[in-house]
């Protein structure tokens, strides 16, 4: 596909598309005027963030874990979307930070999983298809965690493999008109920082002060970042991961020297 020339609808599956950033993705793609399938295990949210977003949206139940239910979805979006030419890889769950040694593998696993693992296969059958039609992009979601490791020994690791998959496929694909770029989001206003794990407690202070814009980031902001990414103004734009962390990444060798500079 020529990406200069303009697209035609989006259409676009959205993994983890029910809650924070995905369906945060979901909207805009919508206010867009294109179309979305809301992929997510929480199939109640998902089935009210479609009715909240009109016709153009569809609920898709699912688990990214499976593929061979992924290709049944597939087959039933078939019918209920144009050609799909856009994947967002959101889905995944929250770790908190735990020392290795209290740290089962087959906990590890599931986080790991959840990322990599899921990513893998919603390339494997969505981008997989679109390489075959010649033409869409992908977005996977990585993390400031892909580029700086914290406590969380199966969340970073997963993310920053994201991003070598990440590039891999937008070599593989690059002759196909599919391109395949990333997103590194900071800390994001979502359910994803307060786990169940954590009971709803979380002191934010830690999270702002690593974030030389003092904030955290708004689903809606990542959003507009996804968008750009799947939209033909990107045509050029294969095999990169964009920070979108207010700085973080920037930031992280600061706090030796006493931190960021303060206003005035
Ligand atoms: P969220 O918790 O609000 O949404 C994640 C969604 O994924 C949920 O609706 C959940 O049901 C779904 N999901 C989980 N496992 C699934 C599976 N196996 N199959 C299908 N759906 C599944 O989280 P948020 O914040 O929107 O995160 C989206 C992505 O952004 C995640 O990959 C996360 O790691 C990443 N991210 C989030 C940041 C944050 O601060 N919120 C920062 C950096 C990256």
């Given at each position: 596909m020529?990406?200069?020339t303009?697209?035609?609808?989006?259409?676009?599956?959205?993994?983890?598309?029910?809650?924070?950033?995905?369906?945060?993705?979901?909207?805009?793609?919508?206010?867009?005027?294109?179309?979305?399938?809301?992929?997510?295990?929480n199939?109640?949210?998902?089935?009210?963030?479609?009715r909240?977003?009109?016709?153009?949206?569809?609920?898709?139940?699912?688990?990214?874990?499976?593929?061979?239910?992924?290709?049944?979805?597939?087959?039933?979006?078939?019918a209920?979307?144009?050609?799909?030419?856009?994947?967002?890889?959101?889905?995944g769950?929250?770790?908190?930070?735990?020392?290795?040694?209290?740290?089962?593998?087959?906990?590890w696993?599931?986080?790991?999983?959840?990322h990599?693992?899921?990513?893998?296969?919603?390339?494997?059958?969505?981008?997989?298809?679109?390489?075959?039609?010649?033409?869409?992009?992908?977005v996977?979601?990585?993390?400031?965690?892909?580029?700086?490791?914290?406590?969380v020994?199966?969340?970073?690791?997963?993310?920053?493999?994201?991003?070598?998959?990440?590039?891999?496929?937008?070599?593989?694909?690059?002759?196909?008109g599919?391109?395949?770029?990333?997103?590194?989001?900071?800390?994001?206003?979502?359910?994803?920082?307060?786990?169940?794990?954590?009971?709803?407690?979380?002191?934010?202070?830690?999270i702002?002060?690593?974030?030389?814009?003092?904030?955290?980031?708004?689903?809606?902001?990542i959003?507009?970042?996804?968008?750009?990414?799947?939209?033909?103004?990107?045509s050029?734009?294969?095999?990169a991961?964009?920070?979108?962390?207010?700085?973080?990444?920037?930031?992280?060798?600061?706090?030796?020297?006493g931190g960021?500079?303060?206003?005035?």
């Amino acid at each position: 596909m020529d990406h200069a020339t303009p697209d035609s609808t989006l259409s676009v599956i959205v993994t983890g598309g029910a809650s924070g950033i995905g369906a945060a993705v979901c909207r805009r793609v919508i206010e867009a005027g294109g179309h979305a399938a809301i992929l997510d295990l929480n199939q109640e949210a998902a089935h009210t963030l479609a009715r909240e977003l009109g016709p153009r949206a569809v609920a898709a139940p699912g688990d990214v874990l499976d593929e061979a239910g992924l290709r049944a979805t597939q087959e039933r979006l078939a019918a209920l979307l144009p050609a799909v030419n856009g994947l967002v890889n959101c889905a995944g769950i929250a770790q908190v930070p735990t020392a290795i040694e209290d740290y089962p593998v087959e906990a590890w696993a599931r986080v790991v999983d959840s990322h990599l693992k899921g990513t893998y296969i919603a390339c494997r059958v969505f981008g997989s298809a679109m390489a075959e039609r010649g033409r869409g992009a992908v977005v996977n979601v990585a993390s400031v965690l892909s580029f700086r490791p914290g406590p969380v020994l199966a969340y970073g690791p997963a993310k920053a493999a994201v991003v070598n998959l990440t590039e891999a496929l937008a070599v593989q694909w690059a002759r196909r008109g599919l391109r395949v770029n990333a997103i590194a989001p900071g800390w994001t206003d979502t359910p994803f920082l307060k786990p169940k794990e954590r009971q709803g407690e979380r002191d934010m202070t830690p999270i702002l002060n690593a974030t030389p814009l003092g904030r955290l980031m708004q689903p809606s902001e990542i959003a507009e970042v996804v968008f750009f990414l799947l939209s033909p103004a990107a045509s050029v734009i294969t095999g990169a991961t964009i920070p979108c962390d207010g700085g973080v990444i920037a930031g992280s060798g600061w706090a030796p020297y006493g931190g960021f500079p303060q206003a005035g």
